[in-house]
């Protein structure tokens, strides 16, 4: 009999993490990070152990203690024996926001992953420019191994080490990924997994239909149906329409209304159109369709869009495997640049010290050029260092004294360049989600200083990526489930007013679709 459990999503907004499991096959269903349940136990100055993380997170509830499942270099460290074979036989990911692949990291790597072939991508892009603590989505470095030294001792082997991918026990695994497109199937055991496209704030975002030997599942993964794509997200509800149970996520469902995605592009070239000095903009780095309506908008006010080079690697990995979802955000659009912040020593533009010490330029010392470039450099990870040389690159000090032909994007986490920026007045358009608890209001606050310190007005302009309330009840008319499962909500009781079977899903608990 096909039974259906839940480990993360429960009352709450992501985490994910959903076990299928029938006579023949186990199958997971995301593997998703839990922000509320992490924030009870740790805080940005109280983090995980990295050695010990997988015992930590087993310990206070954020992982369950499943065998089979984990890295065997994890369980041997904390004294736990690791099975020879994996006990699931496949996990199936929705899309890359970290409430769906954050936990991935901890996974065994003979485990077979399969996702679209955009989500591919963008876990390579973020594994290749994060600095997380547990960031390691398409490959895996084995931890706790040793080395030979040239004195024929032994000596740990750091993750930094030169040698790490040479030492002759493959200490760097690649996982065992597979790509899925929009309609294609996959056999698991007893079990058939189609995978659909849907329309969510990142791209390659997809649901799944699994056909089991005795019942249908429908999982939406995160859905909206006012986005610039939503036709994927209808097309995921005819064919849903034969499942006999649905699990559907409900961030949204206090939400009777929320703008589209073409309302917000207006919205934003309105305030682009009325502010003659600076405009910064922030929106989630992989959210292309927003940054697809910020780069049109800023081409109509008569500016040019300047990214962060994190956003300009994913846009040159999609582009590379022809995954790009809008020609617009190509790299080779005059309209976008690509900001070098300064770092440590800074960009290039930055004055260096000769060892006569004389402050020059590096174009004012003939013959070391390259050395000192060489030295600039050094602060810049790798992925960073390709995008220095561009034509379209800029800096600060490139765009300083002319903020009113730009619109800068601005992470929350780079609030401080605007004091290389220095802008005079101007517009900061918010263009993300409100705060829905302390830890967000707190940050909120912050923004709001730095705004005011900078003379910078606030403009709010965002488009949910979750389905609201209205379209949530469209869905489910339209599939009308015989048993309905709602997870990635804090509204679980909301669904409860269908005339249906609605469970109330309970952590580890094994439910029959």
Known sequence: MTQVSFFGGIEEIGGNI???????????????????????????????????????????????????????????????????????????????????????????????????????????????????????????????????????????????????????????????????EDGESVEIGDVE??????????????????????????????????????????????????????????????KKHIPTEEEVEDEIEEFMNEEDDSIFINFPPLDLERLRSAVLAAEEAGRK?????????????????????????????????ILMPQKGWGTLMHEMKTPEGEWKSIDGIDGEEKDLEKISKRDYHKWEKQFMDRDDSVTPKDIRGELGSYVVYMDYYRLKDLIDFDPEGGSFIWSRTEPFNASMELDQKRVQNWLEHFNLDMRKAHASGHISQPEIREMIESIDPEKLFAIHTEEPEWFRRFALDTPEVEYGKSYSP
């Open 305 to 337: 869009m300047v990214i962060r080079t994190k956003q300009a690697l994913l846009l040159k990995k999609l582009e590379e495997k022809s995954l790009l979802p809008f020609p617009e955000l190509s790299l080779s659009n005059e309209g976008i640049q």
């Open 193 to 254: 997994v189609e995978c659909l496209r849907v329309n969510h704030s990142l791209p390659g975002a997809a649901g799944f239909l699994m056909d089991t030997p005795d019942s249908t599942l429908a999982y939406t993964g995160d859905v909206r149906l006012h986005g610039y794509k939503s036709e994927n997200t209808r097309n995921f509800i005819d064919e849903a329409t034969r499942a006999d149970a649905l699990i559907t996520e409900g961030t949204n469902v206090g």
């Open 18 to 180: 959903i076990l299928l499991e029938t006579e023949d096959s186990r199958i997971l269903f995301d593997f998703g990070k839990n922000f509320k349940q992490e924030s009870k136990f740790f805080s940005e100055f109280l983090n995980p152990r990295k050695s010990h993380g997988l015992e930590d997170f087993i310990e206070l509830g954020l992982l369950p203690d499943l065998d089979g499942v984990y890295r065997k270099d994890y369980l041997n460290h904390i004294g736990r024996e690791a099975q020879e074979e994996p006990s699931v036989d496949a996990i199936f990911i929705t899309h890359a926001h970290m409430d769906h692949i954050g936990y991935l990291h901890f996974l065994r790597g003979d485990i077979p992953v399969y996702c679209t072939h955009t989500t591919e991508v963008l876990m390579e892009s973020i594994q290749e420019s994060g600095n997380y603590t547990f960031s390691e989505f398409v490959d895996k470095k084995k931890e706790f191994h040793l080395r030979e030294k040239s004195n024929g001792g032994l000596t740990r082997l750091s993750r930094r080490d030169s040698n790490y991918d040479s030492v002759g026990r493959e200490p760097v695994v690649d996982r065992d990924i597979h790509t899925v």
